[in-house]
């Protein structure tokens, strides 16, 4: 199983960055995915989460209104597009899968992408 997040990178403050995760070797569409991030020194916390349908869709209060998460299960790939990024939202953006009914405990991991906000 492999999940394969892309998309990082250096950006200013209020630009937009789009981040993919791309999975082989499960069923993706039987997984919940979620986002999480990571920033230096900090613990690791939920972004973002969907469903398997795609149907509901779930964000931390922090980026709400600004992340947008969205699935293709014919290819799939879960997607984050962020808007409006602010410095705080610096941190290595990690996609992970859940076939659990809560979003803290997942089953696979994705390897990260550093996302980088500069004010």
């Known amino acids: 199983v492999q999940l394969q997040a892309s998309g990082g990178g250096l950006v200013q403050a209020g630009d937009s960055l789009r981040l993919s995760c791309a999975s082989s070797?499960?069923?993706?569409?039987?997984?919940?995915m979620a986002w999480l991030r990571q920033a230096q020194g900090k613990e690791r916390e939920f972004v973002s989460g969907?469903?398997?349908?795609?149907?509901?869709?779930y964000y931390a209060d922090s980026v709400k209104g600004r992340f947008t998460i969205s699935r293709d299960n014919a290819k799939n790939t879960v997607y984050l597009q962020m808007n409006s990024l602010k410095p705080e939202d610096t941190a290595v953006y990690y996609c992970?899968?859940?076939?659990?009914?809560?979003?803290?405990?997942?089953?696979?991991w994705g390897q990260g992408t550093q996302v980088t906000v500069s004010s």
């Open positions: 070797g499960l069923t993706f569409s039987i997984y919940r």
């Open positions: 969907i469903s398997r349908s795609g149907g509901n869709t």
């Open positions: 992970a899968a859940t076939g659990r009914s809560t979003w803290g405990d997942y089953n696979y």
